[in-house]
Every structure is written in C-alpha cells, then in structure tokens.
T-cell receptor, first 115, second 115 residues
Framework: GENVEQHPSTLSVQEGDSAVIKCTYS??????FPWYKQELGKRPQLIID?????GEKKDQRIAVTLNKTAKHFSLHITETQPEDSAVYFC??????????????FGQGTELSVKP | DVKVTQSSRYLVKRTGEKVFLECVQD?????MFWYRQDPGLGLRLIYF???????EKGDIPEGYSVSREKKERFSLILESASTNQTSMYLC??????????????FGEGSRLTVL
C-alpha cells in the first residue's frame, strides 16, 4: 500500500541554524504534499504544502522542495527559532479533492531548537 | 475560525468496555477522518467518511467502527476496548469540493487509556 517514510525522527539544532527534514513516498500518483506542525499538547496545523506541478515553494523562513522523479520532498527551515520546536509531519496524497483528500503521513520528526 | 471539537480530552476505560469518541465540526466539511497517533508511528488513518452515512476503511480499521449520521458529526467506536488501543485519537475534517486546498483541520485529540 501507500507509504511515506520520514527522516530523521529527531533533530536538534542551535538557534539560527537551518533544519532539513526529508520524506519519500511510494505512490507515484501522489501529487499533493503538505507539512503539518504539532506543538507540544496542541493539534497539528498545516504550515506549507506543495503540488506536483512545482518544484519548490517558500513562505518566509520555510520552504519545501519536491523531486517527483525520485519521489522525495523536503522541508527546509532557515534561521531557526525556539518557537520552531515541535513535531513536524510530512504527508502525501492524490488530488486532495478526490478520494476525500486521504493523506498518508510520515512518522514525524521532533525538532528541538536550542537557544 | 474552523472548529473541530472532540468530546473528551482524556478517557480511562477497562478492557472489554465499549468506547465512543465523538467529533463535531462547524465548517460544513464533507470529509471527516479519524487518526491514531503513536510515538514513532506518526498519524495512522483508521476510518474516513466523504458524506453522511458513508464510511471507508483506512490503514488500521481492525477493532474500530464509525458512524456518520449527520454531516457535522463523526463518531469512532471501540466495540471492545483492548490495551493495545491505548493511544491519542485525532479527528480531522476537510472540504471535498473541487478547488479546495485539501487542508485538514484537526481536533485537540482524545487520549484514551485502556487498563
């Protein structure tokens, strides 16, 4: 079945450094790739997403890149701040409005930003 | 502001008990989902629903059932709770309409402990 692998499971960086989280997916028909952030004790929330017709998308300090040929995508956070500390989940699905937007999530990465 | 409300934040049940987890959303979303969150395993889909009285199995449906009698409400049922169902349960909802973003809106979670 569909599968999304996410690495690393934990990541510790110094404030101001960059952080990179990588995901690979198995379903070649996937074309929607969101990233969710879950702060401690809170609900997951969408922070950025990318569709297969683009290779990169940026939103201030975060960016996502997509390599459809290799079936992997990555989240890049620059100039990390303590409030970036959270668990990050990648996910993949086919066209979001089809199949009910069924997302397959990765295992999660716990990012810790040390002041 | 989208609101997805789960009826119980914390539950403690005994093995063999029937457990109901309720979820209500107020954004007229067509899709509703139940995920289970366990450390190192990410978010795993239990069941989802595209419409009233409609349900589809996710990746780990064994031991669970669901009910969607009204558009805004999606219930997860554990017919006979077992200790391996101790987990955090997250409800989510999203639009199904063409052109929608596919963003999932999550509830705050229900932490279930089965003794």
């Amino acid at each position: 079945g569909e599968n999304v692998e996410q690495h690393p499971s934990t990541l510790s960086v110094q404030e101001g450094d960059s952080a990179v989280i990588k995901c690979t997916y198995s379903d070649s028909a996937s074309n929607y790739f969101p990233w969710y952030k879950q702060e401690l004790g809170k609900r997951p929330q969408l922070i950025i997403d990318i569709r297969s017709n683009v290779g990169e998308k940026k939103d201030q300090r975060i960016a996502v890149t997509l390599n459809k040929t290799a079936k992997h995508f990555s989240l890049h956070i620059t100039e990390t701040q303590p409030e970036d500390s959270a668990v990050y989940f990648c996910a993949a699905s086919r066209t979001p409005w089809n199949q009910g937007g069924k997302l397959i999530f990765g295992q999660g990465t716990e990012l810790s930003v040390k002041p | 502001d989208v609101k997805v409300t789960q009826s119980s934040r914390y539950l403690v049940k005994r093995t063999g008990e029937k457990v109901f987890l309720e979820c209500v959303q107020d954004m007229d979303h067509e899709n509703m989902f139940w995920y289970r969150q366990d450390p190192g395993l990410g978010l795993r889909l239990i069941y989802f629903s595209y419409d009233v009285k409609m349900k589809e199995k996710g990746d780990i449906p064994e031991g669970y059932s669901v009910s969607r009698e009204k558009k805004e409400r999606f219930s997860l049922i554990l017919e006979s709770a077992s200790t391996n169902q101790t987990s955090m349960y997250l409800c989510a909802s999203s639009f199904r309409r063409v052109g929608s973003t596919g963003e999932l809106f999550f509830g705050e979670g229900s932490r279930l402990t089965v003794l």
